[in-house]
Structure formats: structure tokens, C-alpha cells
């Protein structure tokens, strides 16, 4: 049987790295060098807080057909540049401030402070749905009894033997709930629902993706890629993680610029890396190369978790949340090559 080629890393970035040339040449021509600048550090951020969310998704991109695959590179693209980074946080403002689509429009184009001071009053919300929808991720990981490979034992070996099917969501809820009831939350109605809609949008996507996936592994064996509507619903999880990810990173964009046309622009072109990078690593299986980058990302994701739902509380800076990531990523990457090394020595 032929094994299909691996993609060189030129063209999987080949579109990335035009469409950036050419946005940030249209910024730096129609707005002028500092609107460049701005831009610039956007996608710069976005790449760099994103990095754990690449590798997720290259665990689950990894799984699925070679057309889901392109579909999350199109249309997934477009949802996240457009729908997310854009539309999305206008969808917010709408319902939370009670106002008409056109108004939010009209104040995110003339009066972006407005605007942003409207989106900042949606982050408990934010981040309840967001640091509960993460929190499910990291904790079904380290609670899952059938993961073989261990990075930091002293911490993911007792997990793992109290591991329960159930566990993960039942942990998640307690702590919920105790969020909600804390004297110091002033919003408990919108934490506790916002968080309970987190929950239950898990293990509802994950539920049924996992479930399309059995189904279609009885019919054509263990090894088959994800199609049909177990690929459709591994493609509707990546775009509700990419959603999780994203909204703080929205909300933190504009204490960089108030301008949502550069925020759109920054963080989407942001985004369209972090899709190729996604790419990358499932076409050059580096998940397998580096053997601990996944708990490195999930324990990244436990640590994004926590700020978010700290941030309900407390102003707490995202630059916490993506330096932390980037130490423990380059950590599992280290610990990845010595155990390699170690490996070939024995």
C-alpha cells in the first residue's frame, strides 16, 4: 500500500504567509506604520496563546478524513476569522446589552470604546462558558484510564487511578458550583449558567463525536479515519474549542487597540497560522515525535482554565496565561527529546 506524501512545510504555509504580506501591506499602506505595528503584534500574540490550541487540534485533526481535514482549513478558517474574531463578539454585545445587530455595528465602527467597555461586561459570562469548556477538556485527559503514556507521574498517575467515566464532569460541576456560591462572585446567576452551558456543550459535542466514531469503527475497523457524521461532529468540536480559546483573546485584543477593523485583521491572520501549524503537525506527526507536547498542551489548557475562571473574580492580565503556556510547552518538548535520547541509548 502507497503512503501519501507528507506535504512540504512551504506549501502548508505557502497561504498563510501570503495573506499575511498582503493584509499587513493594505494596513501599512491605507492606515499608516503604527496601525502596521498594532496588526503586527496581534498576530503575533495570537500565534503564540494559541500554540496549545494547534496542538489539540492536531491530536483530533489526526483522526479524521482527508476531506474534513480540508473543510477545517476553508470553512473552519472562515468561522474562525469571521464568525469568531468579528461577528461573534458583536452577537454578544447584541444580547447583553439588549441592543439591535445594527447598533452594535454602528458602535464597534464609530465608538469602539464603547464597544469594548459593552464586550467587557459579557466576560463573566465569557468566562465561565470558556474556563468550564476548558477545565472539561484538561481534566477528561488526565482522567482518562486508558492513556499509557505519562509526562509529570506524580500527578497523573493518581489521577488516573481514580479514573471513573463520570469523574471529569462531576468534578467540573463541583467546582462550578462552588465558584457560583463564593461571597466575593457577583454575578453567581451568570457564572453558574453560562459555566453549566460549558459543560453540558462538551459532553454533548464530545459525547456524539465519540459515539459517530465507535459506530463507524464496527463497521470498517479500528483503524478508519473519521468520515460522515463522525467527522462532522470531530469538525463541530474543533471550532467550539477554537471558540473557547478565542473570546478572552478578543476581549484582551483591545487593551492593544480600540480599532476592531486591526483587531479582525490581527488576530484573524493570527488564526489562519495557527490552522497551517495544525496542519503541520498532523501531515509531519509531531505529536508522535514529541511524545509529552500533548500534556504539555492539556496542562496549558488546565492553567487557561484557571485564569479565566479566576478572571471572574480578579482583573488577571492574559500575557499570565501565555507565558505559563509557552514554559510548560518548551518543557514537554524538552522532556520529549531526553526521553528519545534515553531511549536510543538503552
Not at 458583536?90 to 458602535?107: N, Q, R, S
Not at 497523573?156 to 481514580?162: F, I, V
Not at 462538551?202 to 460522515?228: P, R
Not at 480599532?259 to 495544525?278: E, F, K, P, Q
Request: proline share 3%; charged share 15%; hydrophobic share 60%.
Amino acid at each position: 500500500m502507497s503512503r501519501t506524501p507528507k506535504k512540504h512545510p512551504v506549501r502548508i504555509f505557502f497561504i498563510s504567509a501570503l495573506i499575511t504580506i498582503l493584509s499587513l501591506a493594505g494596513v501599512g499602506g491605507f492606515l499608516g506604520p503604527e496601525a502596521l505595528f498594532v496588526a503586527a503584534v496581534l498576530i503575533l500574540v495570537e500565534i503564540t496563546f494559541s500554540f496549545e490550541n494547534a496542538i489539540i487540534n492536531a491530536k483530533v485533526l489526526s483522526g479524521v478524513s482527508e476531506f474534513w481535514r480540508k473543510i477545517f482549513i476553508t470553512i473552519g478558517i472562515l468561522i474562525a476569522v469571521v464568525g469568531m474574531r468579528l461577528v461573534f463578539p458583536i452577537v454578544i454585545v447584541a444580547v447583553t446589552a439588549g441592543l439591535p445587530m445594527g447598533a452594535v455595528v454602528d458602535l464597534a465602527l464609530n465608538n469602539p470604546n464603547l464597544y469594548a467597555a459593552e464586550l467587557n461586561e459579557a466576560h463573566v459570562s465569557i468566562a465561565a462558558f470558556g474556563g468550564m469548556f476548558l477545565l472539561m477538556l484538561c481534566l477528561h485527559f488526565f482522567f482518562d484510564a486508558k492513556r499509557k503514556i505519562h509526562w509529570i507521574n506524580i500527578i497523573e498517575k493518581p489521577l488516573q487511578n481514580m479514573s471513573r467515566w463520570w469523574l471529569y464532569t462531576a468534578t467540573s460541576l463541583m467546582i462550578l458550583v462552588v465558584l457560583t456560591l463564593l461571597p466575593a462572585n457577583h454575578d453567581p446567576q451568570e457564572t453558574f449558567i453560562a459555566g453549566l452551558v460549558g459543560i453540558i456543550t462538551y459532553v454533548l459535542i464530545h459525547g456524539l463525536a465519540e459515539l459517530f466514531a465507535k459506530s463507524q469503527e464496527q463497521k470498517a475497523g479500528d483503524a478508519v479515519l473519521k468520515t460522515g457524521m463522525a467527522g462532522f461532529m470531530a469538525f463541530l468540536y474543533l471550532e467550539v474549542l477554537d471558540a473557547s480559546f478565542s473570546f478572552d483573546g478578543v476581549i484582551g485584543a483591545f487593551a492593544v487597540t480600540k480599532d476592531v477593523v486591526l483587531i479582525a485583521i490581527g488576530l484573524g491572520i493570527g488564526a489562519l497560522w495557527v490552522r497551517s501549524l495544525t496542519i503541520f503537525m498532523v501531515e509531519h506527526k509531531v505529536l508522535h515525535a514529541y511524545r509529552y507536547l500533548e500534556h504539555g498542551a492539556h496542562y496549558t489548557i488546565g492553567v487557561l482554565a484557571t485564569v479565566l475562571l479566576t478572571g471572574i473574580f480578579f482583573d488577571i492580565p492574559e500575557i499570565i496565561a501565555g507565558v505559563a503556556g509557552l514554559i510548560i510547552i518548551s518543557l514537554s518538548v524538552v522532556s520529549s527529546i531526553a526521553a528519545s535520547r534515553a531511549e536510543a541509548v538503552d
